[in-house]
C-alpha cells in the first residue's frame, strides 16, 4: 500500500504492507530509533507517538492508518541541539534512568500541554502517567518534573 | 508478534461497509479505534484475512440530541466523549465512566462502539450502558435493528451481534436536571480494567434508581432490588446488605487477577458506594 505521511515537519512517501505496525514503520522504514517498542500490546506506552495532534500507542496502530496524516516522535522534541523545556525538566529531576519508557512519557505530555491541559497536582500528575509504565524510578522524579514544568 | 497477513478495505460510508462485511464474513474484522482488537492480532490469537477499517467513515462519528435522547455515532473516540459538553450535562454517567477507561493514549483511538462490540466483561461503557438501559442501532446488508443493551451482552466477548452487523449508533436517554450518579471502580491501576465496578443512576423525585455491577461477572449483572431504597434515610450498612445479596445471584469470574469471591465482595462495595453517592 502507498502511503503519504508528514514526519517531524518532512514529507514522507512509503510502499508497505497493510500488517506493518505504525512502531516498524518508524523504527524499520524511517530509522527514528527514538521510539521504543516494549510490550507490542498497548500496555506500556513506550511506543507512543503524536499523530494528528493526538498521543496514540503506535503499536496499535497500522502504518497505513496514518496515511494523509502528522505525525510526530520524539526526534521533534528538541530544537537546534536544544533540549525542549520538558526534557529539560526531566533532566533537572532525574526523571529518567535506562530510559527506555523516557520517548513515549514525553510524547504523551507534549501532546496533553499542548492542548492546554496540564496536572497541577501529584494525583492529577500520576493519573495522567498511569498508561506509561517506567520500572527504574518509581515515577516520583518524574511527577517531580511534571510540577517543575508549570 | 506482529499481525497475520490480511487484505486492508477503508470503506468511506457505512454501506460500503456493511457489503464487505457481508462479502468476506466470519473471516473479516471490523477495525473501530483498535485498542482491543490490535493486541489480539499482534498475538495472533485473531487473525482475519480481511481487516474492514471504519476509521474513513465520518458518518459514524458525533454526538447529537434529537428525540432518541442522545446518540452517540459508534465511532465517537473515548476522547470526544470525554470532552464532549452535552455528554457532560445530559449524560454525566458516561462522562463519569470514561475517566476509568484505559489511558489517555488509549482514548485518542478507542470508540464506544468498539468498547461494546468487544465485550470484556470488566470494561466500563458496557456496563454504563446496561445501567442506563440504552438502545444499540445495528445494521447490516439484510436491515437495521434496535437491541436493548441489557439483551446485548451475552457471555465473555460475546455479544448478540450478528457476523454481518456493525454498531451504528448508541441512544441514551438524557438525564433530567437533578439526577444524581456515580461510578466507582477497583483495579489494580488507575485504567486498567476493572476487578469490579458499579454504575448508578438516581432519577430525582422519587424517580427510583438504576444500577449495574461490572468486572464481577461474564456480563455487567443489572441489580434488580433497587425498588425503593430511595425513599427514607441512607443507611450504610442497610445498603451493604443490600448489595451483598445482589451479588450473591451473581456467577463470577476467577482470573490470575482475582479470585471470583474476591470479586464479589469488591463488586458489592463498589454498589454499596455507588448507592450511598447518589443518595446523599
Known amino acids: 500500500m502507498k502511503l503519504k505521511v508528514t514526519v517531524n515537519g518532512a514529507a514522507v512517501e512509503a510502499d508497505v504492507e497493510p500488517r506493518l505496525l505504525l512502531c516498524d514503520f518508524i523504527r524499520h522504514h524511517l530509522k527514528l530509533t ?21 498521543p496514540i500507542r503506535s503499536c496499535l496502530a497500522f502504518a497505513v492508518q496514518a496515511d494523509g496524516g502528522e505525525l510526530r516522535t520524539v526526534e521533534s522534541l528538541a530544537e537546534g541541539g536544544k533540549m525542549a523545556p520538558l526534557q529539560q525538566a526531566f533532566s533537572r529531576h532525574h526523571a529518567l534512568q535506562c530510559g527506555f519508557c523516557t520517548p513515549g512519557i514525553l510524547m504523551t505530555l507534549t501532546a496533553v500541554r499542548e492542548r492546554g491541559e496540564w496536572p497541577t497536582s501529584e494525583s492529577e500528575a500520576r493519573e495522567l502517567l498511569s498508561g506509561n509504565i517506567c520500572r527504574c524510578t518509581g515515577y516520583q522524579a518524574i511527577v517531580d518534573a511534571i510540577l517543575d514544568r508549570r | 508478534m506482529k499481525p497475520a497477513p490480511f487484505a486492508w478495505h477503508r470503506p468511506r460510508t457505512v454501506d460500503e461497509a456493511l457489503e464487505l462485511l457481508a462479502r468476506h464474513g466470519e473471516d473479516a474484522k471490523l477495525l473501530a479505534g483498535g485498542q482491543s482488537l490490535v493486541p489480539l492480532m499482534n498475538l495472533r490469537m485473531v487473525k482475519p484475512t480481511a481487516l474492514i477499517d471504519l476509521n474513513a467513515v465520518p458518518e459514524l462519528a458525533g454526538v447529537r440530541r434529537g428525540e432518541r435522547g442522545l446518540t452517540i455515532g459508534a465511532m465517537t473516540r473515548q476522547a470526544a466523549l470525554l470532552a464532549d459538553d452535552t455528554v457532560a450535562r445530559h ?23 468498539g468498547s461494546l462490540a468487544h465485550a470484556d466483561p470488566a470494561a466500563e461503557l458496557p456496563l454504563v450502558m446496561v445501567a442506563l438501559n440504552a438502545v444499540i442501532t445495528a445494521k447490516s446488508v439484510r436491515g437495521t435493528r434496535d437491541i436493548r443493551a441489557r439483551e446485548f451482552f451475552r457471555d465473555v466477548l460475546t455479544t448478540a451481534l450478528a457476523a454481518d452487523e456493525l454498531i451504528l449508533a448508541i441512544h441514551v436517554a438524557a438525564a433530567p436536571a437533578g439526577a444524581r450518579t456515580s461510578f466507582r471502580e477497583y483495579a489494580r491501576r488507575h485504567g486498567d480494567f476493572a476487578i469490579a465496578a458499579a454504575a448508578a443512576q438516581r432519577q430525582p423525585d ?15 449483572h443489572l441489580c434488580a432490588s433497587m425498588s425503593g431504597i430511595d425513599a427514607g434515610p441512607v443507611d450504610r450498612a442497610h445498603l451493604d446488605a443490600l448489595a451483598r445479596r445482589e451479588v450473591e445471584a451473581i456467577e463470577p469470574l476467577s482470573d490470575h487477577q482475582a479470585a471470583g469471591e474476591y470479586r464479589r465482595r469488591l463488586g458489592a462495595l463498589a454498589l454499596a458506594e455507588a448507592l450511598e453517592e447518589v443518595l446523599q
Open chain 1, 34 to 54: 527514538g521510539t521504543h517498542v516494549g510490550c507490542e500490546m498497548g500496555a506500556c506506552g513506550a511506543c507512543t507517538v503524536i499523530l494528528d495532534g493526538e
Open chain 2, 91 to 113: 449524560a454525566p454517567l458516561i462522562a463519569k465512566a470514561l475517566r476509568h477507561v484505559g489511558h489517555v493514549q488509549t482514548r485518542s483511538r478507542g470508540t464506544i462502539g
Open chain 2, 206 to 220: 422519587g424517580g427510583g434508581i438504576a444500577a449495574a455491577v461490572g468486572g464481577v461477572a461474564a456480563a455487567p
